[in-house]
Structures are given as C-alpha cells and as structure tokens.
C-alpha cells in the first residue's frame, strides 16, 4: 500500500539469481500505475484481484518468453496479501497456473488483532482516512501522511480496507462476481503466510486471522528482524523460504 516496484527491484534480482523468472506488480494507482483515484475514478478489492492481477501475469509470461502453462507462484506483502488471497479464489488463477502463495508481512488490518501500543494507527488513524475519503471519494495519500505512507487510493477501496479494519471481515466486493467468501474455502493450492518476528504492520494475530479465511493456509514467523519493509530491500531470508516453498510444491 503506497509502494512502487521499484522498492521491491533487491528482492526480485535476488530471485532471479536463484533461478525464478521473476515480475514485479503494482497495486491500481501506486507507484508507475496510470491510473489515478478520484470521485469519478472508482475501484475496489475485486477489480484488482480480478482484472490487474491476471493481467499482470499473463503479460509477464508473455516478457519473460514463458508458456502460458508455466507454474507460478505468487509472493506478496502486505496489502497485496489480501488482494491475492481473493485472487487465489478466483478461477483465473488456474488458468494462469498459480501453484501457491508466500505472503511477507500479509495480514488483516482488523483492529483487535493489534496491542494497545498500536490501537492509534490501526484504530483511528484507519477510520480516519476513511472518514476523509467519504468527503472527497478519494484518499489522497499522495499527498499527506497519516502514520506513514498509505499512498492514494479510491474511496470504494478504502471503504472495503476500513471495513476489514473495523469488523475483521471482508463484507460485499464493490461489483463481485462471485463469493469470495465461500471460494476462498475451496482454495487447494498451498498458501502460507509469513511474518518477521519484530513486524508491528502485521502482528501474528494479524497473518492468522487472514489465513482463517482460507482454506489450509498457515502462518509461519522468520527471524531476521526485518520488520514490515526491510526484508525487501535485504531479501536473503525469504529468498531462502520461497526456495524451500517452491521446493514443497
């Protein structure tokens, strides 16, 4: 959230050292991403999961020279954990082969699944960058910062995120075609999700209430005091993991 690819170019080198033919992604409307929220520029969870994530993979099969049956496995932090464990419900993911995901710091932001110490970031902080996206259908976190940087986002968004943060649920999907709720149960590939042992952005309590949603998914924590970012930039010790995940396969 509020990431460009160009944070993650350390541990995607790092991974094509290691032998995966690797692409970065973007979230709708962060970093290089065209596309910019406003009242009249309107997305939400499910347009990413649906529409930008097999996208993203199929055009980069399609760079890397790779067969469209080619296996994949999908890494993702933080906010794009909860966009790809609805993506992994989806059915484009089996088109696109997806064998599993390994999530880094990928939680759900309700907000009981944070100590005391942090209930001001993931309690008020959250709802008010709620409450300002209601006003102007957009937040624009481009501009301002509220306990870090959010980046901008549509106001269908923030109110699916908020939601999650208020009631640790995922309620409706602005424009779902299917229930995602019932199709994460049926997901029958390996999806485990990981947490370095000194991440405040996504506490264990965080990973495992995302990983209730889905069925068979587990939640390991590394060590290495990378926090919610560093491991990034410093990509040793999930380079290892996802070694070993591909390995599980």
């Not at 993931?122 to 960058?129: K, P, R």
């Not at 999650?164 to 029958?188: E, H, P, Q, S, V």
Request: proline content about 5%.
């Amino acid at each position: 959230m509020g990431m460009g690819a160009r944070y993650y170019r350390p541990i995607a080198g790092a991974l094509a050292d290691a032998g995966f033919p690797t692409a970065i992604g973007e979230l709708r409307g962060q970093g290089e991403s065209p596309a910019v929220a406003s009242r009249s520029n309107q997305w939400g969870y499910h347009h990413v999961a649906a529409e930008d994530y097999p996208a993203t993979i199929r055009q980069a099969k399609q760079e890397l020279t790779l067969d469209d049956d080619t296996p994949v496995i999908l890494l993702t932090h933080s906010m794009g954990g909860q966009v790809g464990t609805l993506f992994m419900a989806r059915p484009e993911a089996k088109e696109c082969n997806v064998v599993g995901m390994l999530g880094v710091g990928a939680g759900n932001p309700w907000h009981k699944a944070f100590p005391l110490r942090d209930k001001l970031k993931y309690g008020l902080g959250i709802q008010f960058i709620w409450l300002v996206a209601q006003v102007l259908g957009y937040w624009p976190g481009d501009k301002i910062s509220v306990g870090g940087s959010w980046g901008r986002h549509p106001r269908t968004y923030i109110n699916e995120w908020a939601r999650m943060n208020r009631t640790g649920k995922r309620g409706k999907l602005a424009g779902a075609d299917m229930d995602y709720i019932k199709a994460m149960k049926r997901i029958d590939v390996p999806v485990v999700l990981t947490r370095f042992t000194n991440d405040r952005d996504c506490t264990v309590a965080s990973a495992q209430s995302l990983a209730d949603q889905v069925s068979g998914a587990t939640v390991e924590e590394l060590d290495g005091g990378l926090g919610h970012n560093r491991w990034a930039r410093e990509p040793r010790a999930v380079v290892k993991r996802m070694l070993e995940f591909a390995d599980e396969l």
